[in-house]
């Protein structure tokens, strides 16, 4: 997996999920057909500490947030990483790095994981906040549908 300098290429915020990985299809068709690169990013931070202590294990939080990147960009784009398409794992919230990257971004791609019924109605807190505030064009990709039968 090779890394680059965020461009003006489609941001992909990734966290595992199905709905991240439904998301990193759909930049890529649409970077396809634009010419445009995929930049699927991860983000990680160390947890708070509360009342003077600190979590075990503190620097596996970086190593795992590489984990998922690698497991979803092989789920959507299968070993090979497409030659428009670059990972970037970014030490920070979700919200606030997709926000930023959007300053640079042609587009912002964000999964939502959906919840059905009256909660399904509702964008989830990354989803929502990346719609209200990023400063290009966000599109918001539902988790495929999977049969409860």
């Not at 075990?56 to 947030?65: H, L, P, S, Y």
């Amino acid at each position: 997996m090779h890394q680059e300098t965020p461009g003006s290429g489609i941001v992909v915020g990734v966290d595992g999920s199905e709905a991240s990985i439904a998301a990193l299809r759909e930049a890529r068709r649409l970077a396809d057909a634009t010419g445009q690169t995929v930049e699927a990013t991860a983000f990680w931070d160390y947890p708070q500490i509360v009342d003077g202590y600190v979590a075990v294990g503190i620097g596996r939080f970086e190593d795992a947030a590489a984990e998922i990147l690698q497991q979803s960009v092989e789920k959507a784009f299968g070993p090979a990483l497409p030659d428009n398409a670059v990972t970037r794992l970014v030490r920070g919230h979700p919200r606030q790095g997709l926000i930023e990257a959007s300053r640079n971004a042609g587009m912002v791609v964000v999964g939502r994981r959906g919840h059905g019924g009256f909660g399904g109605l509702l964008l989830g807190s990354v989803s929502s906040a990346c719609v209200a505030h990023a400063h290009c064009p966000v599109l918001v990709v539902h988790a495929p549908e999977t049969d409860v039968h």
